[in-house]
């Protein structure tokens, strides 16, 4: 009989929902935004959004966590692999308080609240549910695997004190399924070899 469990070791369990804003599709990218919410890992749970806008943040990477252990843990173990600017442990952490809104069968809305900053991450018009599984070494970034579901939004905004971000999400197909640039990324489990 074949066992169940996964002798991979596990790294971090949670959200990664994120937001890739394009002027078009094809287009560069305007917006990004990767926000975690970490239920475990080594770094201890919490909160963070790794965030780079070329209208709100004048092209620079921000970082916002109510865990600053964990950012920094996740930028190492993850972040590296994903997306090399958002792991510059020289960058400063902003101290934030994140809440989630929205009922996410026709919006969800991330809330970040920092000392003279309000972030909203809205996805909306959701596209059918996605199971992802990668397998431990069959990702071309590294040995990692990851499972989690995606529930892709064909709408989404991202604002910096009621300012929005340019731009909108484009087609991003995950294998044969149809898929956006802007994901609600839930029962997300990054796993490695032990």
Same mark, same amino acid.
């Given at each position: 009989?074949?066992?169940?469990?996964?002798?991979?070791?596990?790294?971090?369990?949670?959200?990664?929902?994120?937001?890739?804003?394009?002027?078009?599709?094809?287009?560069?990218?305007?917006?990004?935004?990767?926000? #975690?919410?970490?239920?475990? !890992? *080594?770094?201890?749970?919490?909160?963070?959004?790794?965030?780079? !806008?070329?209208?709100?943040?004048?092209?620079?990477?921000?970082?916002?966590?109510?865990?600053?252990?964990?950012?920094?843990?996740?930028?190492?173990?993850?972040?590296?692999?994903?997306? *090399?600017?958002?792991?510059?442990?020289?960058?400063?952490?902003?101290?934030?308080?994140?809440?989630?809104?929205?009922?996410?069968?026709?919006? !969800?809305?991330?809330?970040?609240?920092?000392?003279?900053?309000?972030?909203?991450?809205?996805?909306?018009?959701?596209?059918?549910?996605?199971?992802?599984?990668?397998?431990?070494?069959?990702?071309?970034?590294?040995?990692?695997?990851?499972?989690?579901?995606?529930? *892709?939004?064909?709408?989404?905004?991202?604002?910096?004190?009621?300012?929005?971000?340019?731009?909108?999400?484009? *087609?991003?197909?995950?294998?044969?399924?149809?898929?956006?640039?802007?994901?609600?990324?839930?029962?997300?489990? #990054?796993?490695?070899?032990?």
């Amino acid at each position: 009989m074949t066992s169940p469990i996964d002798s991979n070791e596990v790294r971090i369990t949670g959200e990664n929902s994120f937001i890739r804003l394009h002027k078009q599709e094809g287009g560069p990218e305007l917006t990004r935004a990767s926000h #975690w919410r970490v239920l475990w !890992s *080594p770094g201890g749970p919490g909160h963070v959004l790794y965030l780079k !806008s070329g209208d709100l943040t004048a092209g620079k990477v921000r970082i916002y966590s109510d865990n600053p252990h964990m950012a920094r843990w996740l930028q190492g173990e993850i972040e590296s692999m994903l997306f *090399p600017e958002f792991a510059d442990q020289s960058l400063p952490i902003i101290d934030a308080i994140f809440e989630r809104e929205g009922d996410s069968i026709s919006f !969800s809305r991330e809330v970040v609240e920092a000392r003279d900053e309000t972030i909203h991450l809205s996805w909306w018009d959701f596209l059918t549910p996605i199971m992802v599984a990668k397998a431990a070494g069959s990702l071309a970034i590294g040995p990692h695997g990851v499972y989690t579901v995606l529930i *892709p939004g064909l709408g989404a905004q991202v604002t910096l004190n009621d300012v929005a971000a340019a731009g909108q999400p484009v *087609p991003d197909k995950r294998g044969d399924r149809d898929a956006s640039s802007a994901c609600l990324a839930w029962s997300e489990t #990054w796993v490695r070899p032990s």
